[in-house]
């Protein structure tokens, strides 16, 4: 079945550090990528998305590029701030699979930024 | 619009007992999902709705489990009897199609002692 593999957390950083938080996926078929972030407190608010090969979501200064050839999608940000600070969650969502839609999720990465 | 909203914000029931968990997804999103986070490991899949009908139950653990979405609207998720090991946050999702963003609730922790 589809699966999702985040890098091991928790990252901590201070602040205006480079961020990676790597992600790779197995999945049949041609699915579209997704990450979320849960801040504390709150539900997951979905951060960038990408549905095919090559392409680049972006939101907030965060970036990821959809990697066919490597199964990624990796979360990029430049300049991380302290607002940052969050939960995580890459995942994956597959059309050729019994329900359209489901998301299959990533153990998730807490992220903390210290000033 | 308002987003999904998810009714208790935190239950706390004895191995045993019952509970209910409700979802109402924001007004017009046909798809709604219901999702569970166990321990700090990752978020799976329970259940998804599009209307009033379940098109995939595949995630549903047993048959202790039971998702109701009457008229198509809100949701229900109850659990009867249940163990420890129901314990985590249970998440709602609702989209307007298959592949649209799902737009999550703040999730429902439960604890059972």
């Known amino acids: 079945g589809d699966s999702v593999t985040q890098m091991e957390g928790p990252v901590t950083l201070s602040e205006e550090a480079f961020l990676t938080i790597n992600c790779t996926y197995t999945?049949?078929?041609?699915?579209?990528l997704f990450w979320y972030v849960q801040y504390p407190g709150e539900g997951l608010q979905l951060l960038l998305k990408a549905t095919k090969a090559d392409d680049k979501g972006s939101n907030k200064g965060f970036e990821a590029t959809y990697r066919k050839e490597t199964t990624s999608f990796h979360l990029e940000k430049g300049s991380v701030q302290v607002s940052d600070s969050a939960v995580y969650f890459c995942?994956?969502?597959?059309?050729?699979?019994?329900?359209?839609?489901?998301?299959?999720f990533g153990q998730g990465t807490i992220l903390t930024v210290h000033p | 619009e308002a987003g999904v909203t998810q009714f208790p914000s935190h239950s706390v029931i004895e191995k045993g007992q019952t509970v209910t968990l409700r979802c109402d997804p924001i007004s017009g999103h046909d798809n709604l999902y219901w999702y569970r986070r166990v321990m700090g490991k990752e978020i799976k899949f329970l259940l998804h709705?599009?209307?009033?009908?379940?098109?995939?139950e595949s995630g549903m653990p047993n048959n202790r489990f039971l998702a109701e979405r009457t008229g198509g609207t809100y949701s229900t998720l109850k659990v009867q009897p249940a163990e420890l090991e129901d314990s985590g946050v249970y998440f709602c999702?609702?989209?307007?199609?298959?592949?649209?963003?799902?737009?999550f609730g703040p999730g429902t922790r439960l604890t059972v002692t």
């Open positions: 999702a609702s989209s307007r199609g298959g592949l649209a963003g799902q737009y």
């Open positions: 709705f599009v209307k009033e009908s379940k098109q995939d």
């Open positions: 995942a994956l969502t597959n059309a050729g699979g019994t329900s359209y839609g489901k998301l299959t």
């Open positions: 999945a049949t078929g041609y699915p579209s």
